[in-house]
């Protein structure tokens, strides 16, 4: 099932969702130039044990567009957006950029969030080789080529204050590096180290691990989440 929700003042979010509505939830935020639907192979494995919604962030998929994309913006619109829809206590789960909208939101919103999964996130570290930042977009854009160009922007220079937000994170947390990713893994194991109840998986698999090999991403996550299941 796919609806609109609005947010009061802006934006309009699409979500998508599976499962079943009388478990415990599960929030996924996709990557940069995605949008939720990238969740639903994984979700049709997790969806007889959980209530899953996966949300296109602003800018992508469904969504609206707008003119902020820093990730404090995005984060703001995941906790109106679990507002809205009556969610407290979710499992929240981040693939690349929405790893990142995940990571600051269970640092600055513990009440929220009860667990955390990571999905091959980008660590605080300048982006090597940097990234390109595009200018303009183009008519077949399918994201807008503004979150494109700020996020790009946040990935060559990050603040290394995001490192400190590590410790600010309460739950139980996996963080997921697939083998052939392309964002160094030794950084995701120490981010996963200086997370206070943190966990670091490696997964044979590339950076879009839950949409190319779904049932290696629900290996890795089902232990984790096995609590949860009730």
């Not at 996966?54 to 984060?75: C, I, K, N, P, Q």
Request: proline share 9%; hydrophobic share 40%.
């Amino acid at each position: 099932m796919t609806q609109s929700v609005a947010l009061p003042g802006g934006p309009t979010l699409v979500i998508h969702e599976w499962g079943r509505p009388d478990r415990a939830a599960i929030v996924m935020l996709h990557g940069l130039g995605s949008s939720g639907a990238s969740w639903r192979y994984a979700a049709s494995l997790l969806g007889d044990r959980f209530r899953i919604v996966a949300v296109d962030l602003r800018g992508h998929g469904g969504s609206s567009w707008a003119r902020d994309y820093s990730f404090e913006t995005m984060r703001n619109d995941v906790v109106r957006l679990l507002d809205a829809i009556g969610f407290y206590g979710v499992i929240l789960v981040g693939h690349s950029m929405g790893g990142l909208v995940a990571y600051l939101l269970a640092a600055t919103r513990p009440d929220l969030v009860r667990a955390l999964v990571l999905a091959d996130v980008p660590t605080p570290d300048p982006a090597n080789p940097p990234r390109e930042v595009p200018l303009r977009g183009s008519p077949d854009d399918t994201s807008d080529w503004r979150a494109i160009s700020q996020v790009r922007r946040w990935r060559n220079n990050p603040p290394q204050e995001w490192w400190q937000l590590a410790e600010r994170i309460v739950c139980p947390t996996l963080v997921i590096g697939p083998t052939e990713s392309h964002l160094p893994q030794d950084r995701l194991a120490e981010l996963a180290r200086r997370i206070p109840r943190g966990e670091f998986v490696a997964v044979e698999g590339g950076h879009n691990l839950h949409e190319d090999r779904p049932s290696q991403f629900d290996i890795a996550v089902e232990p984790f989440l096995t609590p949860w299941a009730r």
